[in-house]
């Protein structure tokens, strides 16, 4: 892997049918587990779904998007994503291969998290949850698949979470499949705008 993977990976948003051999998945999902993490804790479990596997979760999913919009919405302030959820499931459909992210240690977002303590371990294994999936998307761009990260699975946490019958904290998913578009880069803040040296 060069440098050059990281100026050259984009957010694919259109798939081709073919699909991803096992080995070449095994080698993406081996590039998370290789991620550092705070206190070696490796907080990361992935959950990787295909075929008709795939196709009940994103039904699931698709249940908890008509739930927020028709019934109890849980995430009241963010209807306004509902549309780009819908989207995100649209492209999740078409995707060979959908990995579901979630953090061994982390409680629900509707639990309350009670002391500060806490707070900092979650906050610390999400940035090792990040590290080990931006691997895998480096990874992949290598070997020429595609990926999607995916934070939109949040307007259907529960439904989803019930469906894997996991007891932990649902992160995200990465969709992963062979590039069907070449999409240009997108825009980047200036160094000068997000860097403040103090030396």
């Given at each position: 892997m060069s440098i050059e993977t990281i100026y050259n990976r984009r957010s694919i948003r259109k798939y081709k049918s073919k699909e991803i051999p096992i080995d070449i998945l095994n080698e993406i999902l081996d590039a998370g587990r290789a991620a550092p993490s705070g206190k070696n804790r490796q907080?990361?479990?992935?959950?990787?779904?295909?075929?008709?596997?795939?196709?009940?979760?994103?039904?699931?999913?698709?249940?908890?998007?008509?739930?927020?919009?028709?019934?109890?919405?849980?995430?009241?302030?963010?209807?306004?994503?509902?549309?780009d959820a819908k989207n995100t499931l649209r492209i999740m459909k078409e995707a060979p291969i959908i990995i579901m992210v979630s953090n061994t240690n982390g409680k629900s977002p509707f639990e309350n998290i009670t002391t500060a303590d806490e707070?900092?371990?979650?906050?610390?294994?999400?940035?090792?949850?990040?590290?080990?999936?931006?691997?895998?998307?480096?990874?992949?761009?290598?070997?020429?698949?595609?990926?999607l990260w995916i934070a939109n699975t949040c307007f259907a946490y529960n439904e989803l979470v019930n469906y894997i019958d996991v007891k932990t904290q649902l992160v995200g998913a990465v969709a992963l499949g062979y590039p069907d578009e070449k999409p240009n880069p997108r825009p980047r803040k200036t160094l000068d705008s997000i860097i403040e040296y103090r030396l």
């Amino acid at each position: 892997m060069s440098i050059e993977t990281i100026y050259n990976r984009r957010s694919i948003r259109k798939y081709k049918s073919k699909e991803i051999p096992i080995d070449i998945l095994n080698e993406i999902l081996d590039a998370g587990r290789a991620a550092p993490s705070g206190k070696n804790r490796q907080p990361w479990r992935f959950i990787v779904f295909g075929g008709i596997k795939k196709e009940e979760l994103l039904s699931k999913m698709d249940d908890g998007i008509q739930r927020e919009l028709n019934e109890e919405a849980l995430l009241t302030n963010s209807r306004d994503g509902i549309p780009d959820a819908k989207n995100t499931l649209r492209i999740m459909k078409e995707a060979p291969i959908i990995i579901m992210v979630s953090n061994t240690n982390g409680k629900s977002p509707f639990e309350n998290i009670t002391t500060a303590d806490e707070r900092f371990t979650e906050i610390v294994d999400t940035l090792s949850i990040g590290a080990a999936i931006e691997n895998m998307l480096l990874q992949a761009e290598d070997l020429g698949v595609g990926t999607l990260w995916i934070a939109n699975t949040c307007f259907a946490y529960n439904e989803l979470v019930n469906y894997i019958d996991v007891k932990t904290q649902l992160v995200g998913a990465v969709a992963l499949g062979y590039p069907d578009e070449k999409p240009n880069p997108r825009p980047r803040k200036t160094l000068d705008s997000i860097i403040e040296y103090r030396l």
